[in-house]
């Protein structure tokens, strides 16, 4: 059963500070992973979506990369603002030997940047 | 675009009631997901449909829930009778393909039973 653990579980930074938020996943056997932003009383926002044939992409100041063989996945924030606040989630998508559209998300970061 | 609507955005009940939750899907997305998430148990899909036809409901707790999709701008999800742990947010998201592009989600209706 593929489980998604995320870690920190909160962390906290000042304004400025470049960061990294880790997920590991326990079956290598995915079809892409997909990191989200969630802030309080809202829904997801899809931030990044790398496929398990790529290694990082990009997006403005942040980066995320895919390990599939180890089962991990970071994201990177490049000179983090207090509008980064928020939690962030990552998802992947399980290959069980045929098609699925499930997402498995892990428990998610809360992340304080501090002005 | 207006996103994937969600109604109501609050919802507080007692045990025992009818609760049915509604998801308006972006126009032109054949998927369409409903997720719940708790401070336990993190967010989790309940059932997804493509093209209106429910794909997997494995995820749905019991036979108190239901989900319907008549046409492809509308969804429910009814639970019924409603218990206090059905307290959760419940999400609804939809993409316009399987799974290689990201999935939209509304902004979720916050349910307490009382």
Same mark, same amino acid.
């Given at each position: 059963?593929?489980?998604?653990?995320?870690?920190p579980?909160?962390?906290?930074?000042p304004?400025?500070?470049?960061?990294?938020?880790n997920?590991?996943?326990?079956d290598?056997a995915?079809?892409?992973?997909?990191?989200?932003r969630?802030d309080?009383?809202?829904?997801?926002?899809?931030?990044?979506?790398?496929?398990?044939?790529?290694r990082?992409?990009?997006?403005?100041?942040?980066n995320?990369?895919l390990?599939?063989s180890?089962?991990?996945?970071?994201?990177?924030?490049?000179?983090?603002?207090?509008?980064?606040?928020?939690?962030?989630?990552?998802?992947v998508?399980?290959?069980y030997?045929?098609?699925?559209n499930?997402?498995?998300?892990?428990t998610?970061?809360?992340?304080a940047?501090?002005? | 675009?207006?996103?994937?609507?969600?109604?109501?955005?609050?919802?507080v009940t007692?045990?025992?009631?009818?609760?049915?939750?509604?998801c308006?899907?972006i126009?032109?997305?054949?998927?369409?997901?409903?997720y719940?998430?708790?401070?336990m148990?993190g967010?989790?899909?309940l059932?997804?449909?493509?093209?209106?036809?429910p794909i997997?409901?494995?995820?749905?707790? $019991?036979?108190?829930? +239901? !989900?319907k999709?008549?046409? =492809?701008s509308?969804s429910?999800?009814?639970?019924q #009778?409603s $218990?206090p742990r059905? +307290? !959760?947010?419940?999400f609804? =998201?939809?993409s316009?393909?399987?799974?290689?592009? #990201?999935?939209?989600?509304g902004?979720?209706?916050?349910?307490?039973?009382?």
């Amino acid at each position: 059963k593929q489980e998604v653990t995320q870690i920190p579980a909160a962390l906290s930074v000042p304004e400025g500070e470049n960061l990294v938020l880790n997920c590991s996943f326990t079956d290598s056997a995915i079809y892409n992973l997909q990191w989200f932003r969630q802030d309080p009383g809202k829904g997801l926002t899809s931030l990044l979506l790398i496929q398990s044939s790529q290694r990082e992409q990009t997006s403005g100041r942040l980066n995320a990369s895919l390990d599939k063989s180890s089962g991990r996945s970071t994201l990177y924030i490049a000179a983090s603002q207090p509008g980064d606040s928020a939690t962030y989630l990552c998802a992947v998508r399980p290959h069980y030997g045929g098609a699925t559209n499930k997402l498995i998300f892990g428990t998610g970061t809360l992340l304080a940047v501090q002005p | 675009d207006a996103g994937v609507i969600q109604s109501p955005r609050h919802e507080v009940t007692e045990m025992g009631q009818e609760v049915t939750l509604r998801c308006k899907p972006i126009s032109g997305h054949d998927y369409l997901f409903w997720y719940r998430q708790t401070m336990m148990r993190g967010l989790e899909l309940l059932i997804y449909f493509n093209n209106n036809v429910p794909i997997d409901d494995s995820g749905m707790p $019991e036979d108190r829930f +239901s !989900a319907k999709m008549p046409n =492809a701008s509308f969804s429910t999800l009814k639970i019924q #009778p409603s $218990e206090p742990r059905d +307290s !959760a947010v419940y999400f609804c =998201a939809s993409s316009p393909d399987r799974g290689n592009q #990201p999935q939209h989600f509304g902004d979720g209706t916050r349910l307490s039973i009382l």
